[in-house]
């Protein structure tokens, strides 16, 4: 049984006093097993404790790696308390199911746990990274399983077939399905290999549905199954055979290897073979090519006719988008971004100019927004207070806008008579 017990201090430039240390938060890594059969879990908790409480819960390590499979069993996660140097500190601990996926040793290098804890003497929260060393195990193969590939582990395996249709009578159009389960204890299904390997058949085409996996977790045991089923769909007449399958697993509860297996089957079509495509004739061949070039000319034509009416289409696009008021709005925005005074008043007068319905510039808040402006500008005011004014007139603008699609722009001239009066 390996424990370690891993004082950590967040360590600031300067002498961190002997007190200081006694009152820093600790980590503890516990890890009784450093040895596991493939596919087969290891126990890693990692505890943090703290003189006072954390306002917040620490970020842990997901200590993910190749051909690692780490998980998180229910309730991972526990609040605790322990003694440390006679006085009752809180902490909390995480619970970490461990697997190596292949045989050899694994490194996880040092993994860090970020704590925020509250301070009293300074009245304040906190934080310190807490780092555990190195932790090593090893996926170990047990004797007399050195041979199996893949190498499967598990307290029980059950491997059925299931065939829906008549392998020996079938005729061009007949179809049959082959479906094969295997269902697992004390492993995850995704240890299982591909069951059903492609196979060529003259006069069949097959179709492979994607493999279907299920996984049970009850409280650390896990258990599940893999589904594969292939379709295979008469052609021509033909037929061969689909080959038994075998899968070699050790069982962890008798400690020997076990071999899972379904029979094969033979498939035989009534029909004529599968014919080869007659060569073309010179003849056929010939027009083939005149009609793949007369194609090609109606091709270049239609492009020759049709380039000059879609190039003007697109300019008067180009041109429409340039004069509304979108464009107008996105060069504003533009000049705000930029905390661009020179170029604010033109962009603003172009979009009012192009706005339907009251002009935007007369609204109070706008104008409030640019007097403010104006005043922090040629009034020497701090560089914060310009990023807020800048950020009320685009508030202002946006307000302003007219909600809804921008059917037609505003005249450029006035109403000749805006009073009413001759």
């Not at 007399?144 to 077939?161: K, R, S, V």
């Not at 429409?320 to 962009?347: C, F, K, N, V």
């Not at 009320?392 to 809804?404: I, S």
Request: hydrophobic share 45%; charged share 20%.
């Amino acid at each position: 049984m390996m424990r370690l017990l891993l004082l950590l201090l967040l360590v600031l430039p300067g002498v961190v006093r002997a007190q200081d240390a006694e009152t820093m938060p600790q980590l503890i890594v516990d890890f009784p097993e450093t040895e596991a059969i493939p596919g087969q879990s290891l126990s890693l908790r990692l505890t943090v404790l703290v003189p006072t409480f954390m306002p917040k819960p620490p970020v842990w390590p997901s200590l993910e790696a190749p051909n690692l499979l780490v998980r998180l069993p229910s309730r991972s996660t526990n609040p605790v308390s322990e003694r440390v140097n006679g006085e009752t500190w809180a902490g909390i601990s995480r619970h970490y199911r461990i697997s190596p996926m292949v045989p050899g040793q694994v490194v996880l290098p040092p993994q860090e746990v970020l704590v925020t804890w509250q301070d009293l003497k300074a009245g304040e929260a906190r934080q310190a990274t807490l780092t555990t060393g190195p932790i090593a195990f090893a996926g170990v193969v047990p004797e007399g399983a050195e041979g199996l590939d893949p190498f499967i582990a598990a307290a029980d395996l059950t491997l059925t077939q299931q065939i829906e249709g008549e392998p020996a009578a079938m005729v061009p159009g007949d179809s049959l399905k082959r479906q094969v389960t295997v269902k697992v204890t004390g492993v995850s299904p995704m240890f299982l290999p591909q069951l059903l390997a492609p196979v060529e058949l003259p006069g069949v085409a097959a179709y492979p549905d994607a493999p279907q996996l299920s996984e049970t977790d009850d409280r650390g045991a896990l258990s599940g199954s893999r589904v594969e089923s292939v379709t295979y769909l008469a052609e021509a007449g033909g037929g061969g055979a689909l080959p038994e399958i075998r899968l070699d697993w050790y069982d962890t509860d008798d400690g020997v290897v076990k071999t899972a297996s379904a029979s094969g089957l033979e498939l035989r079509i009534d029909g004529p073979p599968p014919g080869r495509s007659a060569p073309l004739e010179p003849a056929r061949l010939a027009l083939l090519a005149g009609a793949a070039l007369v194609g090609l000319a109606v091709l270049w034509l239609g492009l020759r006719i049709l380039r000059p009416a879609l190039s003007r289409r697109r300019a008067l696009r180009r041109s429409a988008y340039l004069t509304s008021e979108r464009h107008a709005w996105r060069g504003l925005m533009q000049a705000i971004r930029a905390r661009d005074h020179a170029a604010l008043r033109p962009a603003l007068d172009l979009w009012a100019e192009r706005v339907v319905g009251p002009d935007p510039r007369r609204a109070a808040p706008v104008e409030a927004a640019l007097l403010a402006l104006g005043a922090q500008r040629y009034g020497g005011g701090a560089g914060s207070a310009g990023e807020t004014g800048w950020s009320t007139l685009r508030g202002a603008l946006e307000a302003a806008r007219p909600r809804g699609p921008q059917a037609a722009a505003r005249t450029a001239l006035p109403p000749l008579n805006p009073g009413g009066a001759l």
